[in-house]
């Protein structure tokens, strides 16, 4: 499995905590943000980790800035993307059974132990289907323009 990572300078801290977890759970990863403080825009960090997904480079995102929300509102604007902010577990799993996200938004303040958790459950969790598939259609058709 292919994961893009983008973090800016506020949650750069957490680059190789997460790098390091997805290498042994031997997933690759493409790393198109920042890896240390020096300044970096997050729209242009969630630009890229979009683009990924949407041409199939990589199966899912990880996005991460000061609390997240930056990141969540820039990655969707693009039309496919499901980004999901998460601060627990639970968000984790329900935004994989529920909304079938591919991005997962991250606050750079998280613990590193719990985002390990987090991690591993939106990753690990498949889409639920069934009563969720009408709701996310509907969503479809907001991108497409359809009030």
């Known amino acids: 499995m292919i994961i893009s990572l ?9 680059h190789d905590v997460i790098i390091d977890h997805l290498e042994e ?5 493409l790393d198109r943000g920042a890896s240390d ?3 970096i825009d997050y729209p242009d960090v969630a ?6 997904i949407k041409t199939m480079q990589a199966n899912f995102g990880i996005l991460g800035c000061y ?6 509102i820039a990655a969707n ?3 496919g993307i499901r980004a999901a902010l998460v601060h627990s577990e639970e968000d984790a799993r329900l935004a994989r059974e529920h909304a079938d996200a591919n991005i997962m938004c991250i606050s750079g303040e998280i613990d590193p132990e719990l985002l390990k958790k987090m991690l591993d459950i939106f990753l690990m969790t498949e889409f639920e289907g069934g009563r969720h598939e009408r709701r996310l259609s ?10």
């Open 6 to 14: 983008g973090l800016d300078h506020r949650a750069a801290h957490l």
């Open 37 to 39: 403080a020096t300044p």
């Open 67 to 72: 609390t997240g929300i930056g990141m969540s």
């Open 47 to 52: 630009r890229k980790v979009a683009k990924d």
């Open 138 to 147: 509907r969503i479809v058709e907001f991108e497409f323009g359809q009030m």
């Open 77 to 79: 604007k693009f039309q």
């Open 25 to 29: 759970l031997e997933f690759e990863v």
